[in-house]
């Protein structure tokens, strides 16, 4: 005779800011799979029990970054986090930190702004001829920047963060990681603009160092280690202003 499925709770906050006043919990008992992660469970429930659910994702294979959520309070990516690790109750919530724009999916645009400000792309103070060939980099200098790239802009470490928490206008830590990633980049020229962004109120000086964004973060990225090299790189490019005038050689 087969065993009964397995059964879990999952305790989902709704929120609909077209209707509702402050937002409230529904719960789910639904039978689950050993090998499911918290979005299969998720899904689950939109297709088989409730289809006003709202939540979001893509990818599931921890790429798009699109389905990061709180799970029993901590930040983390749902179609990486296998049901396994939880006991009979789940607690699924939006991610902290960010407005809520209907039930686990919030609102990213001012995540974007801080995105666009720190200029995550490549700046050449000159560009190149045709000619001249491609940009080339030793493993040593491609390894200066390379685990910074790997961030996928989920949020969980704006979630996680502390500073983000109590100072909205904080740049956050992948802000200043995909900014710093391309300051570390030989291949650029834009540092002195990013870093009057990071010098600015709510710039990297701003960070406490809790380190919870690197804790949290699904990438294996070090977004604490990016904010306190751009600290010392900004304190060091301050100090040289004073010997050297901004914009010449030493």
């Not at 209707?19 to 050993?34: A, F, G, L, S």
Request: net charge negative; with cysteine; hydrophobic share 40%.
């Amino acid at each position: 005779m087969s065993s009964s499925p397995t059964k879990k709770t999952f305790v989902v906050t709704r929120f609909d800011p077209d209707q509702d006043e402050h937002p409230r919990t529904d719960t789910y008992e639904i039978p689950v799979r050993e090998d499911w992660k918290v979005l299969d469970a998720l899904n689950y429930i939109k297709d088989e029990v409730d289809p006003t659910l709202s939540h979001r994702w893509s990818c599931r294979m921890a790429v798009c970054g699109s389905c990061g959520m709180q799970v029993n309070g901590e930040p983390k990516l749902t179609c990486k986090t296998a049901l396994a690790e939880y006991g009979d109750t789940v607690v699924v919530a939006p991610l902290a930190n960010f407005p809520v724009v209907r039930d686990l999916v919030v609102e990213m645009e001012a995540f974007m702004e801080k995105f666009k400000a720190v200029k995550p792309w490549m700046i050449h103070a000159k560009e190149r001829a045709a000619e001249e060939g491609t940009y080339l980099q030793s493993p040593a200098e491609l390894q200066a920047f390379k685990q910074f790239s790997m961030c996928i802009n989920c949020m969980l470490c704006y979630a996680a963060c502390p500073v983000v928490a109590n100072e909205p206008s904080f740049l956050g830590p992948a802000a200043v990681a995909l900014g710093h990633r391309y300051n570390q980049d030989s291949r650029d020229d834009g540092d002195a603009e990013r870093n009057e962004v990071f010098r600015e109120d709510g710039g990297v000086f701003a960070c406490s160092y809790a380190n919870e964004c690197s804790e949290v973060c699904p990438k294996n990225v070090d977004p604490a280690a990016a904010v306190q090299q751009a600290k010392l790189l900004n304190v060091l490019d301050w100090a040289k202003s004073f010997v050297v005038p901004r914009g010449g050689k030493s």
